[in-house]
């Protein structure tokens, strides 16, 4: 019971850290530019080709099954160190979410309005 309670904890943190880390991006962006006022848009952002998506679709789950089974150890064997390697692996899912379109790597382009 108590490792659930420290893994929920845990996660929490991560979560919140997530959450902070994506506040303080879009205050510097608001210091750039003034979002209010450009003109509404819609943008399709993809992969240039379909290995690179692949790649980090495989990566991405393999990482979300990595951190599901050291949680998984956590509560059944009560392990600090599972918990600290599911902590890890989810923080490179936050890595994954901004590597995933980088710059040079993805094009965007507007959408047609219909």
């Given at each position: ?6 893994l ?22 608001n ?84």
């Open positions: 019971m108590i490792n659930s309670v420290i929920i904890f845990a996660l929490t943190i991560t979560l919140l850290m997530r959450l902070y880390y994506c506040k303080r991006n879009k205050e510097k962006m210091k750039i530019i003034t979002r209010n006022q450009l003109k509404s848009e819609k943008l399709v952002i993809r992969p240039n080709n379909l290995i690179y998506f692949l790649k980090f679709s495989l990566m991405y789950m393999f990482v979300m099954v990595m951190g599901a089974v050291c949680i998984a150890g956590f509560i059944s064997i009560g392990n600090v160190i599972m918990l600290l390697l599911a902590i890890v692996f989810f923080l490179f899912i936050l890595v994954f979410n901004t590597v995933t379109v980088m710059p040079g790597q993805a094009y965007g382009k507007l959408a047609n309005p219909k």
